[in-house]
DNA sequence: ATATTAAAAGACCTTTTGGTCTTTTAATAT
DNA sequence: ATATTAAAAGACCAAAAGGTCTTTTAATAT
């Protein structure tokens, strides 16, 4: 479904957020152990995250990542797009640009309301919501 | 959805089988100019084809591609899986291994059904289904 | 037989993705 | 002040994806 930096960046999104929850503020060591992700690719991207504004750091000791709460919950559309570019999961089955619902190609009836799933599933997801699910124990982040 | 590689074989093979209800058995040249595709490279996915088994080609004057009628049809998601493997587009949204119906990702119940409707697209879905929608009008392959 | 046609084979290249590692900067605690 | 801690910056590398091009092989038509 995503890229590779997209799940990590997703994966240490959500990590961040529970550990805040839970009034901690990891660094990139913990994170990229907790989350299974390389260590220094998982640094590299969360620091992308922080200069996007996605996202806060502070250095030094008791430093880490954390959220400014003041601003609003973060969709994973956001986040995807930030990384994939603005055109992920929205292009044509086949990979026509001519394609639209009044000139469909071969899969697109079929594939267009798969495309609007996704694009609510993205929309409607934030980190905060997972992070939520997450601390209820209804849902699993890694490290089993 | 799929990667180059993949789209560029399903344009190409339901545009051969488009071809081949016409009684026409198209070359290289003008399957990738029709398809809209990169000549050398849709020459070389077409021959990947061929030497899998899901396409017949002839050399010479006369030359090009077609389908052995014989065989059955050939569904989306066997080209799906032998040229991206078999894995595409089966794995949790956000990359765990673990990740399950007993074990949810904060994912989970909401893109499960959505990899299903995936499934069930490339499952049902094949080449020459898809080329009989085209011949019919109901669709574009592309070249408007 | 040979000239022509068209696919097969395969070398080669570029870009993107994924990843590693070292050095620098900034914050804090002593 | 300075030692320590931890993120930021950025150089570097490897694999995969995407793509180009030349040479070889095989079929057909003359």
């Given amino acids: 479904m995503f ?15 529970v550990q805040q929850i839970l009034g901690h503020k990891p660094g990139i060591i913990e994170i990229a152990t907790e ?12 620091q992308r995250l922080v200069k996007m504004g996605f996202l806060m750091s502070s250095k030094g000791k008791g430093g880490g ?5 003041l601003k609003p919950d973060l969709p994973l559309k956001t986040i995807v797009e930030a990384i994939e570019g ?6 044509c089955g086949f990979g026509l640009k001519q394609c639209n619902d009044d ?7 079929q594939y267009a309301p798969i495309r609007a ?15 939520l699910n997450y ?5 699993i982040l890694l490290k089993l």
């Fill in 3 to 17: 890229n590779k930096e997209t799940e990590y960046a997703l994966r240490g999104l959500v990590y961040v957020r």
């Fill in 35 to 46: 989350i299974d992700a390389p260590l220094f690719y998982t640094g590299k991207i969360l």
């Fill in 65 to 69: 990542f954390y959220f400014d709460l």
């Fill in 86 to 91: 603005g055109k992920a999961y929205s292009g």
């Fill in 103 to 109: 000139n469909p190609c071969p899969l697109h009836e």
């Fill in 117 to 131: 799933s996704i694009d609510k599933l993205v929309t409607l997801n934030t980190v905060q919501s997972l992070a």
């Fill in 135 to 139: 601390k209820n124990g209804e849902d």
